[in-house]
């Protein structure tokens, strides 16, 4: 199973063969395969019942539906997280690795705190994101640095960024030293995190 976390309408183009991304978002937008809080400790569907053979198992807490542990393949994640305000976000990194496989990778993407565009939407949460966020979503690092949040995930991760569209045309010793120095140069952050056995 394939995730497209806080998609709203948004799909995502795959190679013919390959099984499609499932859309998650709170609201009914078109092409939005489950309705499903991703603010919340624990996703539960707020929607109907998920059709037949998705990977998910009722709650007996609520009665709300929700995914299995080590049962997504894959999720892709833009634009979502920096909405959510700081503590929410520590239950959210938790829930992705509760539903990930073991080895499973998930794109995150978020505006740069150094850009503009981080502050320019209302319904942005504080604090911005910074590339230092992927460093507490590791145990080992977290023990020795961060022992006082309450993640319980532990994932490893590269980290990548996408640049303005000013430095388009830049050649690559000019944009690697905007994205050190200046900002409204780094656009986007791309966390690609490993879910740790």
């Not at 640049?163 to 120095?181: C, G, I, P, S, Y």
Request: aromatic share 14%.
């Amino acid at each position: 199973m394939k995730l497209n976390l806080g998609s709203g309408p948004q799909i995502i183009a795959v190679a013919e063969g390959q099984e499609a991304f499932k859309n998650v978002d709170e609201r009914k937008f078109e092409r939005v395969d489950y309705i499903c809080d991703l603010s919340k400790p624990k996703w539960i569907f707020t929607g109907e019942k998920p059709e037949e053979g998705t990977l998910v198992v009722k709650s007996k807490k609520n009665g709300g539906w929700y995914f299995n542990d080590n049962s997504v393949d894959e999720v892709f994640c833009s634009h979502f997280v920096e909405h959510l305000p700081g503590f929410d976000r520590i239950g959210f990194f938790n829930e992705l690795y509760r539903v990930l496989k073991p080895g499973a990778k998930a794109l995150i993407i978020t505006p740069e705190w150094s850009h503009a565009c981080a502050y320019g939407d209302p319904t942005h949460a504080f604090p911005p994101m910074s590339s230092w966020y992927a460093l507490y979503l590791n145990k080992a690092w977290r023990d020795v640095n961060a022992p006082h949040v309450d993640y319980t995930c532990d994932f490893d991760w590269v980290h990548g960024a996408s640049w303005d569209e000013w430095l388009t045309v830049k050649n690559d010793e000019m944009k690697q030293f905007a994205m050190q120095h200046y900002t409204n140069s780094i656009r986007d952050l791309h966390i690609t995190l490993s879910k740790r056995a």
